[in-house]
């Protein structure tokens, strides 16, 4: 049974304040451009643009017709640069991006020391002195020591304040012995919770580090942020996005709470781009959707209409859930974060309340549970234009590949992910493994949609690096020569589909976005050159000189 979208009513000067499909045309601008693409196949190119005061596209073409068609237009001349698109990140953390920004940023660290003096630096800042450290972003494959680090290290520098460091990927934490005692229960022996593990010494003492399921021991005693910390987060973030090219983010898992915070930012006009929020798991905000159907604000940039699950952990905390041990970790196969029984539950429920589904899998395991509660969850709906999705679908068992296309999946990939795990990654699974890992090629080759993004701030909000990743299976530095598993590429043209009318089809968006055609938003961005005509190694490097939402730009470069 199909749930009823819901569009909840808005005061009239929110409509006004962020233009939608409802307003009425009034002026008319004219953009041109040295080429504008367009990644409408039946029109792939333009050198002008008209648009409406609402922000819908009336026209494409040649510049000097449009600008007869309407010759009081506006002009808005962007010179030799190129216009795509607006970008659309299909899978990021915008929260989570905030917090890292308002908190100490781990990102890039080069070891233990780095870390510590970084958090050092920010605890010594004015307004920085009390309560909670928060951090985000190390990661212990970058370190000489590629080991898991300790309390202890944290506690001779901060022994009598809170300390709490999210792993780069968010699926481990990091804390100090002032932290664990708010923890109301002995953390010592055996005993593991579900879905987690909290690593411990030869003697069973704990060593600070939590692992998946095992961090909500610490967020139990770790203080909410408030809703206007909560607002202030998401501005930093967003602000961030657009200024990077993105006009949409599928925000991969919120609870209501943050719903209520977005749709607070919404009603004051306070949204510089679309946001397609995934509700975290089968909790409050599923129930939300279920009980009051899907969630559509009148401005047309905040929608929730998607439930987020966990199947298993990530890989760079060998908690992705595997089929066989880890290769440098024998007898360790992973977490599953959610037990099969648990994500058939919630599955079955989406269904019936209409909810699309976005599954986090990593491990070969993990896709495998995946593939099959789906398949259950599905039954004869599997053929139906349901959008379901796994989200990262970054190791899957070669015999599992082509159940993707069969049940008529979305694979909601990270090209940065590949580059980023390449040094490590098949020291983990091996040989044999890594063949079925990143494995773009084969999936897009097999029929199954991609819709890319970063998966940030685990990555780079920056859609140029995944455009980048995706095209040359390299890092900045043009290593390895050739590619990572290069047969595994992208070309540049499926790259930016992927970011563009590929993650708008997967946020039930095709209509609105993804293209430049006539009726569609003005979403678009101006860059100094042309990414499907320049060498991929300069994809890293195009400037991003202004991007447009609704035909407004919410950033200009200086």
Not at 135 to 161: C, I, M, S, T, Y
Not at 254 to 262: D, K, N, T, W
Not at 265 to 293: F, H, Q, V, W, Y
Request: aromatic content about 6%.
């Amino acid at each position: 049974m199909q749930a009823k979208e819901m569009i909840r009513a808005g005061a009239l000067a929110v409509i006004l304040a962020i233009p939608g499909p409802i307003l009425a045309a009034g002026g008319v601008t004219v953009v041109t451009a040295q080429r504008i693409h367009t990644m409408n196949p039946a029109q792939p190119h333009a050198q002008a643009m008209a648009y409406d005061d609402g922000g819908a596209i009336l026209a494409l073409g040649d510049a000097a017709a449009l600008m007869k068609r309407w010759p009081q237009a506006k002009r808005v001349d962007a010179g030799q640069a190129t216009i795509i698109p607006g970008l659309i990140d299909a899978h990021g953390h915008v929260s989570e991006l905030g917090r890292m920004r308002a908190g100490v940023d781990l990102t890039g660290a080069a070891s233990k020391e780095d870390v510590l003096r970084r958090t050092r630096e920010f605890v010594a800042k004015p307004g920085n002195d009390k309560g909670w450290i928060i951090g985000w972003g190390w990661d212990q494959n970058r370190w000489p020591v590629k080991e898991f680090p300790g309390a202890a290290d944290l506690d001779a520098q901060f022994h009598d304040r809170p300390v709490w460091l999210h792993r780069v990927d968010g699926h481990a934490g990091w804390a100090n012995s002032a932290a664990m005692k708010l923890i109301k229960r002995d953390l010592s022996g055996t005993w593991q919770p579900d879905g987690g593990k909290i690593v411990r010494d030869a003697a069973g003492k704990p060593t600070g580090v939590f692992v998946d399921g095992a961090m909500a021991l610490m967020d139990e005693v770790r203080p909410p942020p408030t809703q206007a910390e909560t607002e202030h987060q998401l501005e930093l973030a967003m602000g961030e996005a657009v200024a990077n090219g993105l006009t949409g983010v599928h925000d991969a898992g919120i609870p209501l709470s943050e719903l209520r915070a977005y749709q607070h930012l919404a009603d004051g006009g306070k949204l510089p781009l679309r946001i397609t929020a995934m509700a975290d798991g089968d909790s409050d905000a599923l129930n939300e959707l279920c009980r009051s159907g899907l969630y559509r604000h009148p401005s047309g940039r905040l929608q929730m209409r998607t439930v987020k699950l966990y199947a298993d952990g990530a890989l760079g905390s060998r908690g992705a859930a595997l089929l066989a041990d880890y290769s440098d970790d024998h007898g360790n196969r992973g977490i599953m974060v959610t037990s099969p029984e648990a994500l058939l539950a919630a599955e079955t429920k989406a269904r019936r309340c209409g909810v699309q589904v976005a599954t986090h899998a990593i491990g070969d395991r993990g896709d495998r549970v995946v593939l099959d509660t789906y398949e259950k969850a599905l039954g004869a709906d599997a053929a139906n234009d349901h959008r379901w999705r796994i989200e990262h679908a970054q190791i899957i068992a070669p015999e599992d590949l082509h159940r993707v296309k069969k049940l008529h999946l979305i694979a909601s990939m990270q090209p940065t992910h590949a580059t980023s795990d390449m040094p490590w990654a098949e020291d983990r699974i091996g040989p044999q493994r890594i063949t079925g890992a990143y494995a773009w090629r084969k999936l897009r080759d097999d029929g199954v949609l991609l819709a890319l993004g970063s998966d940030f701030p685990v990555e780079s909000v920056d859609p140029r690096l995944g455009l980048a990743s995706a095209v040359t299976r390299a890092d900045a530095k043009g290593f390895p020569v050739g590619g990572w598993y290069p047969e595994q590429k992208l070309t540049a043209y499926e790259a930016l589909r992927g970011f563009t009318r590929d993650a708008a089809y997967a946020g039930f968006a095709e209509k609105e976005v993804g293209s430049l055609e006539e009726g569609k938003r003005a979403d678009f961005v101006v860059m100094d050159r042309d990414p499907l005509a320049i060498d991929p190694f300069q994809l890293r490097d195009l400037k991003v000189q202004a991007t447009y939402v609704d035909g407004k730009a919410v950033y200009q470069a200086k």
